[in-house]
């Protein structure tokens, strides 16, 4: 449309509309022909990026969004093993979208990948996907989140948020010194993960009466919800000791909000043992965290793969919990990225 | 062109209303540090709404800005934590904040300037352009870190700046600065939306584009320039947000494109465009902020939360539907 107005809308330039209307024309045969050229185009990149037929075997692993530490984390790790054992890697991510895992599961099963190292989008959505793997022969390693069946993956090895939450309430209490009204920012809600942390902190702090729950938001695991929401609600509560959150990012939201209103002396704990809140932590920042062993747990998803691939079987039960470990000022030093250094 | 009276009026009556309901729930919604908490938190979601009139106004729309938000905070944390590269020229500790805040309110703008000549010099339907833009800006923000946060923005001790948090914590006759910057923003849009020749001409292109075009108006020109100012107007909130948090993490401001539009919208300014206001926008921003906070501190559940700031917005409009209107 444009092209056809061009002359007439800039008068200044109509001494040169006849060579205009021809390079216009010119312009609109290539517009024509763009569709077939872009194909043409993409085609030959493609040709020349595809690898040759794979002389080694590939794990595909399939993650979260790495604009979370977590995940990159674990990614990198499963990668990096994976590497070591000889084996070439495929990394994406499904950004929590089912849909696109299930494409991402379909990609892998159309390379004829030897396994899928998955952290899932979602317990029941996840489901149908792997009984495809399954069928096509493609053994499936589930890591951090597990789904809502069993016999379909091989392996499902998840840190022991539960365990962990815990370990984090008790250390609050011990902080809090079993009295005072504290806040809890919570994780996404519809997220499981989320509901099995504050279960776990509360099956632990619901048991010393002097400790009061003010008031109970979701931050969604975000930062910046996480500084919003705690500046509003020390609006409603005053004199509140502590802060427990579900994750690090929260907390450290939450503990930007407290600082900018002078509210420096309150409890902040938190959770995951991302590196950020490891450093808060040993700065004094943080009161304390609790990491989930991430990376320790990739490396031994990929470990099983070897196993499973050279043996026939991974020599352990399907589900797998590793622990969590409490990280306070006293031994932040001791710990790096998602497990101990 | 100017809003008339009694549509800002209406949605003042809203700001009252949703207000007074809260105030009646929370005895601490009116207090005047609650106040100011919530303006604060509205100015985040105010800038991205200006940028957002002057884009829907010309009969635009932009998607980009939450991305903008992600990338400018990046760019921010990113300089502020290679601050080496200055060291070396010598600059001393303040310039080197300000080079910061430039460099990231530059970028900001030519992301707006890319979108405004994709819009304006190659006729690519806005909603399309501003989404390409919107997932480079977002990508680049996660490449710029490989997805990590930029924790610590406070500068370097051995600089002895105070650096950038001071954009969010900082206080001017105890008020918070993002609440100035949200004031000094609003008046120079509003006098340049109403009283400019600029003003009058993105009216005139967002009412008529072709009129507008025969009357002389240099219609690509200001296309371009409308989501520039929503790029600048971005880039500042990413500003503010980094400066707030203390850190720069590149998926801050997703979804925060549909909040401004709401705000826009909820503040009387039509999505065909030629029709609206700056100080609309403002009283748009304001309800939404109040639900935001007001059901915070009320202690309902997120998922209500979710159901009711739907209903207001869905209601607002409706209820500015059925109003009379003079033309």
């Known amino acids: 449309m444009y092209a056809q107005f061009g002359y007439q809308r800039s008068p200044w330039r109509t001494h040169s509309c006849v060579p205009r209307r021809v390079s216009t024309r010119r312009l609109c045969a290539l517009r024509r022909r763009a569709p077939l050229l872009l194909v043409l185009a993409l085609a030959s990149l493609f040709a020349a990026c595809s690898p040759a037929p794979p002389a080694r075997k590939t794990i595909a692993i399939i993650t979260p969004s790495h604009d979370n530490p977590f995940f990159k984390a674990e990614a990198d790790a499963a990668a990096a093993r994976a590497g070591e054992l000889g084996y070439l890697t495929t990394v994406n991510s499904h950004d929590d979208d089912a849909h696109r895992q299930d494409e991402l599961i379909d990609v892998a099963v159309a390379n004829r990948a030897s396994a899928i190292v998955l952290d899932n989008a979602g317990a029941d959505a996840t489901v149908a996907a792997l009984r495809k793997a399954k069928a096509a022969g493609i053994p499936c390693f589930l890591i951090d989140r597990e789904i809502n069946a069993t016999g379909v993956a091989v392996a499902q090895i998840v840190s022991n948020n539960y365990q962990g939450a815990q370990l984090g309430g008790q250390e609050f209490v011990r902080l809090m010194g079993e009295k005072g009204s504290y806040l809890e920012l919570l994780g996404r809600e519809s997220d499981n993960n989320a509901q099995i942390r504050t279960r776990g902190f509360h099956d632990v702090i619901d048991r010393y009466p002097g400790l009061i729950l003010a008031g109970q938001q979701s931050a969604n695991w975000s930062q910046t919800e996480g500084f919003q929401k705690m500046e509003t609600m020390i609006q409603a509560h005053h004199g509140v000791k502590g802060v427990i959150a579900g994750n690090d990012t929260m907390a450290l939201g939450a503990r930007a909000a407290l600082e900018a209103a002078g509210l420096d002396k309150v409890i902040v704990v938190g959770f995951d043992g991302s590196p950020d809140a490891i450093a808060a932590v040993g700065r004094g920042a943080l009161e304390a965290t609790v990491l989930q062993p991430a990376s320790v747990i990739a490396r031994l998803a990929v470990e099983e793969v070897h196993k499973f691939l050279t043996t026939g079987a991974t020599g352990a039960p399907e589900k797998q919990s590793i622990d969590c470990e409490l990280v306070t000022p006293a031994n932040a030093a001791e710990f790096g990225l998602f497990g101990r250094k | ?327």
């Open chain 2, 1 to 327: 062109m100017r809003a008339h009276f009694g549509e800002l009026s209406r949605a003042l009556l809203a700001v009252v209303l949703v207000g007074g309901i809260f105030a009646w729930i929370s005895p601490a919604f009116l207090t005047s540090a609650n106040l100011t908490i919530l303006v604060k938190h509205v100015a985040i979601n105010a800038i991205l709404g200006i940028g957002m009139t002057f884009v829907i106004l010309s009969g635009g729309i932009d998607l980009s800005v939450g991305a903008i938000v992600g990338l400018a905070g990046m760019v921010a944390g990113g300089l502020i934590h290679h601050g080496l590269v200055f060291r070396g020229w010598g600059v001393v500790v303040y310039q080197h904040t300000w080079l910061v805040v430039a460099a990231a309110l530059a970028t900001g703008l030519a992301v707006g300037l890319v979108n405004g000549l994709l819009v304006s010099r190659l006729s690519v339907a806005p909603f399309i352009a501003t989404l390409g833009t919107l997932y480079m800006a977002r990508g680049a923000a996660l490449l710029s870190s490989g997805g990590a946060t930029f924790p610590d923005l406070g500068g370097r001790p051995e600089l002895g700046n105070t650096g950038l948090p001071v954009l969010g914590a900082g206080t001017f006759a105890s008020i918070p600065l993002p609440i100035w910057i949200m004031l000094g923003f609003a008046l120079v849009a509003a006098v340049v939306a109403a009283r400019t020749p600029f003003g009058r001409r993105v009216y005139a292109v967002g009412g008529n584009e072709r009129a507008a075009e025969l009357s002389g108006v240099r219609v690509r020109g200001i296309k371009t320039a409308v989501y520039a100012i929503s790029g600048f107007c971005a880039a500042a909130v990413g500003l503010i947000i980094a400066a707030e948090l203390g850190a720069a993490h590149p998926a801050t401001g997703e979804t925060f494109e549909l909040n401004a539009i709401a705000a826009v919208v909820l503040g009387g300014t039509s999505l065909s465009g030629g029709r609206g206001s700056i100080g609309g926008t403002i009283v748009g921003a304001l309800v939404i902020g109040e639900l935001a906070d007001g059901l915070v501190l009320a202690g309902v559940s997120e998922f209500w939360q979710f159901v009711i700031r739907g209903l207001v917005i869905v209601l607002a409009v409706v209820v500015d539907q059925l109003q009379p209107r003079r033309s």
